[in-house]
């Protein structure tokens, strides 16, 4: 196995309706190859989202549970990292997310008030903000919650308000939020000053798309949404003093010629900003775009079949030559080699089985602190 300097630790999320491990910790050599098993997590349900805060040695995680019968809804926890293996042990308390089905979970560390949490409930239509301990990085109770209001087109899926996730800009400006449910994405200005999160802006999508994963360009001025509902990415300009985004393009996820039923799910860019991959649960494949290197429009490359049903995330390694896409459905993680000239993926023969796998997350050893 590699030594602790330069292992690679992945860390997986998973729904918990058919097994009791809901985060599964596998520790590779820079090469995915034979990933060993050192953890499964079990005593949380449905841990779909994970972040990952190396500076801080811990991982968070939703509870994307709803609330029933008197019993809480939504929840975040928090566990320690050890340096060496990567396991985790939970770091307590966990704190109530005040709303249903959270599903997105990001560290803040930016501003001179501490670090905290932010995280979006689905069903609870709402975002909320959670303040982490200087001293050990825990979690607080919620200092926040801002409540969504609207609905759009889509009767069964846009009868309300839902936040499927939550992003800052790269200077932390300001957060974004895509709303599956309204057709909008939402913008806050980040200011712990003032409380936190500030509401600052609206971008509407089109009607019925449903935004729900949404990624900044390392270094260009653009950022990019996938819409879920109308299978599309749209590709925006952004303006980082006023915190606006301008829509410049929207392209399809999907072949022109495919006939069946079709959610789109995660969005990633490749570590260089060179491509962007996004991921079809019924088409059961990624989507692969060249990212124009001036103005960031989107050029379709291709699909690649996940070997697997419905895979709701993906994840990239952090040095941008592989890509693990969770296949929630068949209960398997499938790794790809990515062609950094041109974008495409190959499977590497390796395949991992894990119950319904819904979040792939990477750290290395050595960028603990």
């Known amino acids: 196995m590699p030594s602790k300097d330069n292992a690679l630790i992945m860390y997986v999320g998973c729904y918990t309706n058919k097994k009791e491990a809901a985060i599964s910790v596998f520790r590779c050599d820079p090469s995915l190859d034979k990933p060993e098993l050192v953890q499964q997590v079990t005593g949380i349900r449905n841990a779909s ?26 929840a975040v926890a928090c566990y320690r990292i050890d340096p060496e293996s990567g396991k985790l042990t939970e770091h307590g308390p966990r704190q109530l997310t005040h709303g249903n089905d959270p599903c997105y979970v990001i560290v803040n560390r930016h501003g001179a008030h501490g670090a905290c949490l932010l995280v979006a409930n689905y069903s609870g ?3 909320a903000r959670f303040p982490l301990r200087n001293e050990d990085g825990g979690l607080e109770p919620a200092s926040q919650i801002i409540a969504h209001k ?26 974004v939020v895509p709303d599956l449910g309204r057709d909008k994405l939402v913008v806050y200005l980040n200011a712990p000053e003032q409380g936190g999160l500030v509401p600052h802006g609206e971008t509407e999508t089109d009607a019925g798309a449903g935004p729900r994963h949404f ?10 949404v996938i819409n879920e509902l109308n ?8 303006d980082a003093g006023q915190g606006s985004l301008s829509p410049v393009q929207t392209v399809p996820v999907l072949p022109a010629d495919f006939q069946g039923s079709n959610t789109c799910a995660d969005l990633h860019l490749s570590p260089d900003g060179k491509f962007l991959y996004g991921s079809n649960r019924g088409h059961d ?85």
């Open 285 to 369: 494949s990624i989507a692969v775009f060249a990212v124009e290197p001036t103005y960031g429009r989107l050029t379709p490359i291709g699909h690649v079949p996940t070997r697997g049903r419905t895979p709701r995330n993906f994840g990239i390694t952090p040095d941008g030559n592989f890509l693990v896409a969770a296949n929630q459905e068949s209960d398997n993680l499938v790794t790809f080699r990515i062609d950094r000239t041109n974008g495409m993926l190959e499977w590497t023969g390796q395949e991992i089985a894990v119950s319904e796998p819904v979040c792939v997350a990477f750290m290395t050893t050595n960028s603990l602190k």
């Open 231 to 238: 299978g599309t990415i749209t590709a925006y300009d952004y």
């Open 49 to 74: 989202f994970l972040a990952v805060d190396a500076e801080g040695g811990k991982l968070y995680a939703v509870s994307e549970v709803h609330e029933t019968d008197g019993q809480p809804g939504g």
């Open 150 to 175: 609207g609905a759009s087109l889509a009767t069964d899926r846009q009868e309300a308000p839902h936040p499927h996730s939550i992003v800052l800009d790269p200077s932390g400006s300001y957060a």
């Open 125 to 127: 239509g709402s975002v």
């Open 215 to 224: 990624v900044f360009h390392p270094d260009q001025p653009r950022a990019y």
